[in-house]
């Protein structure tokens, strides 16, 4: 629903939505007098494939995501935005991920993925999601 807003230039509602979508669990769940968790964008997205259809529309999608948090967030904290990378890159980048209570984390993840389970990545290696740790 945010993206056919964007792409009926509808930006306003479109970043209403997706800010209450991010601040009813923060609201729900804050103590009285409680700051806000402090809010992370990260993302990882396999677009350029040599042997699959490309995807770049996961990659413009993963712009107007970036760009929408960063308007609405000023204090955004950026981490990591990477592209077309390994299954071991993968996981590096999740571990590195913050893990904290007092932070909120958003990670966009793009990759091409089989029904049962596979993720493709442009150097042509696959992983099962389903067993990978």
């Known amino acids: 629903m945010i993206f056919r807003l964007y792409h009926q230039k509808n930006f306003a509602l479109a970043k209403l939505i997706l800010g209450l979508a991010f601040l009813a669990p923060w609201a729900a769940a804050a103590e009285p007098g409680a700051a806000p968790p402090s809010l992370n964008y990260a993302s990882f997205v396999c677009w350029d494939y040599p042997q699959l ?61 089989s029904p049962g389970g596979q993720w493709y990545f442009p150097d042509r290696s696959v992983i099962d999601s389903r067993t990978a740790a």
Do not use: C, M
């Open 53 to 113: 259809p490309h995807l770049r529309a996961w990659k413009e999608t993963e712009r107007i995501v970036a760009a929408t948090l960063t308007e609405g967030y000023p204090a955004l904290g950026k981490l990591p935005r990477q592209e077309n990378g390994s299954p071991d890159q993968l996981k590096d980048f999740l571990r590195k991920l913050p893990d904290a209570p007092d932070q909120l984390t958003v990670v966009y993840l793009a990759a091409h993925q």
